[in-house]
C-alpha cells in the first residue's frame, strides 16, 4: 500500500515547508496531492519575497479524507491566515482528525487546528506568535522541534523540517505495515 498525503495550502505558503516535505514524502515512496482554493497554481513566500510556484492538483472543495491517508499543512503566515477563513478547509481538518488520520502542521499551520477546535488538552507546538492561540484553545503549548500527540504532529519553523517529515513518514509507514499485517 502507497500512502496518500493530502497537502492543503493557497498563495503565501512558506515555500520550504511544503516543498521540502512533498519531496521528503515523495522520497519515502509516498503520493502527493496539493489541494487549494485557488484553480491552476499557488504561489509560495521564500523568507522575504514571493517564491516559486506549484501546480495544485484539486480544489479542496473535491477533496476528501477518505482518498487520503494523511493531511499535511504547510506554515506561512499568509496561508494559514487565508485557509482559516475557508469553511471547506476547516471542515476537511475536522474530518481528517475524526477519522484519526495524521494531520502535520508547521509553523503558523496550527492556526488551522485551533479554528477546527481540535487542540484542546492536546501537546503542540509553532510558531511562537501563534502559541496564545494555541494555549487559548486548551493546548498545552510547548518549544520542541517536533511534537507528536496522537494523529497530531506539529513543528515551530523551515529548521524543524526533517524531524516533521520523519515523523509524519514514519507515523505512514506504521500504518502501512499494521494494514500489511492486518490483511
Not at 142 to 154: A, F, M, Q, S, W
Amino acid at each position: 500500500m502507497t500512502s496518500k498525503v493530502l497537502i492543503v495550502a493557497t498563495n503565501g505558503f512558506e515555500q520550504s515547508e511544503l516543498l521540502k516535505p512533498r519531496q521528503n514524502l515523495k522520497d519515502a515512496g509516498m503520493i502527493t496531492t496539493i489541494a487549494s482554493p485557488e484553480e491552476g497554481s499557488i504561489r509560495g513566500w521564500d523568507k522575504k519575497d514571493w517564491g516559486e510556484s506549484v501546480s495544485v492538483d484539486m480544489s479542496v472543495e473535491d477533496a476528501d479524507v477518505d482518498d487520503f491517508d494523511a493531511l499535511l499543512l504547510p506554515g506561512g503566515q499568509m496561508n494559514p491566515d487565508i485557509l482559516r477563513m475557508n469553511d471547506t478547509v476547516i471542515s476537511l481538518v475536522r474530518s481528517f482528525n475524526e477519522a484519526g488520520k495524521p494531520i502535520a502542521a508547521i509553523c503558523h499551520a496550527p492556526w488551522l487546528l485551533v479554528e477546527a477546535d481540535i487542540v484542546e488538552d492536546r501537546k503542540v507546538t509553532s510558531w511562537p506568535s501563534v502559541r496564545t492561540d494555541l494555549r487559548n484553545a486548551g493546548g498545552h503549548v510547548v518549544d520542541e522541534e517536533c511534537v507528536i500527540d496522537g494523529n497530531l504532529i506539529t513543528s515551530r519553523n523551515p529548521d524543524d523540517i526533517p524531524a516533521f517529515s520523519k515523523a509524519l513518514i514514519e507515523m505512514l509507514q506504521t500504518a502501512e505495515s499494521k494494514v500489511a499485517e492486518d490483511a
